[in-house]
């Protein structure tokens, strides 16, 4: 059963008031619900290691994982390590992942990162967020994915649609991925961090989505702060 959090809903004159923010009992009740629902929540894209892991999340920018999972299953079914990329070479692997958007520049990073694992890092994938930075066609949010997924760190991978989600319901108001993350980081209870960002990227998936937000399916619709509910909520709410 959902708990009702008790909040202001009218400012000291008696008008209404919007809060952009919600209480920590409403961020821990809100993170409750997403582990009650799905307590162990799974990123989409399909690896087998953390090689293959890095690899799948340096394709899947601007691209669907879907996409990603169709051109990659071929790919990772032969080559699992580093050294059997660099044994591919990147002509071949141009031809595994030509439907994936901007595969010319992404098969040119996965050759020099799978170089750099092997000359630097004994071609095992670091743990280390600074030492992922490092290669070739990774940024903090890719690190982020590789450290939690791989690793278990308690890290916030912040996408599109981590922002869109944490912006609207009150977890955030940071406009850009790093604000978001440290909001983050200090705002979800530690109980629920392992797991946040995937809850939130697969609410921002399926549920709260950009164009049309499937208020009527959120389990938490009535903890988020979101103005512009769905026609469906706001007749309801009328009536």
């Known amino acids: 059963m ?20 919600l209480t ?14 799905n307590p162990e929540p799974k990123g989409e894209l399909e690896h087998s290691n953390p090689f293959t892991l890095l690899v799948a999340v340096v394709l899947s920018a601007q ?9 990659t299953r071929a790919l990772f079914a032969k080559v699992d390590t580093p050294q059997k990329m660099l044994a591919l070479g990147e002509d071949a692997l141009r031809e595994h992942i030509k439907s ?12 020099a990162l799978s170089d750099k694992l092997v000359r630097e890092f004994g071609g095992t994938v670091p743990e280390d967020r600074d030492a992922l930075e ?23 991978a912040v996408d599109t649609h981590v922002l ?13 991925p790093l604000a978001v993350e440290a909001d983050l980081l200090a705002k979800v209870p530690p109980e629920y961090g392992l797991h946040a960002h995937h809850w939130l990227i697969l609410h921002g998936r399926y549920v709260c989505k950009a164009r049309k937000p499937a208020c009527p399916a959120c389990l938490i619709r009535d903890l988020c702060l979101y103005p512009d509910k769905t026609p469906e909520v706001s007749a309801a709410a009328r009536a």
Not at 164 to 176: E, K, M, Q, W
């Open 2 to 21: 959902s708990k009702r959090i008790s909040r202001p809903e009218r400012s000291p004159k008696g008008g209404s008031r919007r809060r952009k923010a």
């Open 63 to 71: 691209a669907t994982d879907a996409g990603v999972n169709k051109a």
């Open 100 to 111: 994936i958007g901007l595969f010319r520049a992404k098969a040119k990073n996965v050759i």
């Open 164 to 176: 869109r989600v944490s912006n609207r319901i009150g977890l955030s108001d940071g406009a850009t």
């Open 134 to 156: 490092t290669l070739p066609g990774v940024g903090r949010k890719t690190a982020n994915v590789v450290m939690n997924i791989a690793f278990g760190a308690p890290t916030m």
């Open 24 to 37: 920590a009992p409403e961020i821990a009740e809100v993170f409750r619900r997403f582990a009650a629902a």
